[in-house]
Nanobody, 122 residues
Framework: QVQLVESGGGLVQAGDSLRLSCAASGRTFSRYAMGWFRQAPGKEREFVAAISWNGVGTYYADVVKGRFIISRDNANNTVYLQMNSLKPEDTAAYYC???????????????WGQGTQVFVSS
């Protein structure tokens, strides 16, 4: 089992950058594929990005491709989401997730964090 805690959210202006972090507990972090999702007010939760257990494979939603970068540090049990060129439509609660594979984590993660809020003003 793994527990996830996100941090790094906040209020920024359009065009700014922000880096989210997700700290995972447990000694098996490196076995999990990790992902980020987001949920805007009044909308369903949507997939943002995912990374394989070894960091070799990454996958992005089209709406963030080229602007967001997912990475991980297995030595420190942390996954990151670097968000560049932020837009007001990126405003959402961002959630970290873990799964047994990159396919699973994009579709039905086994574990979720509590979320961190990102506000992007125009």
């Amino acid at each position: 089992q793994v527990q996830l805690v996100e941090s790094g959210g906040g209020l920024v202006q359009a065009g700014d950058s922000l880096r989210l972090s997700c700290a995972a507990s447990g000694r098996t972090f490196s076995r999990y594929a990790m992902g980020w999702f987001r949920q805007a007010p009044g909308k369903e939760r949507e997939f943002v990005a995912a990374i394989s257990w070894n960091g070799v494979g990454t996958y992005y939603a089209d709406v963030v491709k080229g602007r967001f970068i997912i990475s991980r540090d297995n030595a420190n049990n942390t996954v990151y989401l670097q968000m560049n060129s932020l837009k007001p439509e990126d405003t959402a609660a961002y959630y970290c997730a873990a799964g047994q594979s990159i396919v699973q984590v994009t579709r039905s993660p086994g574990y979720w964090g509590q979320g961190t809020q990102v506000f992007v003003s125009s």
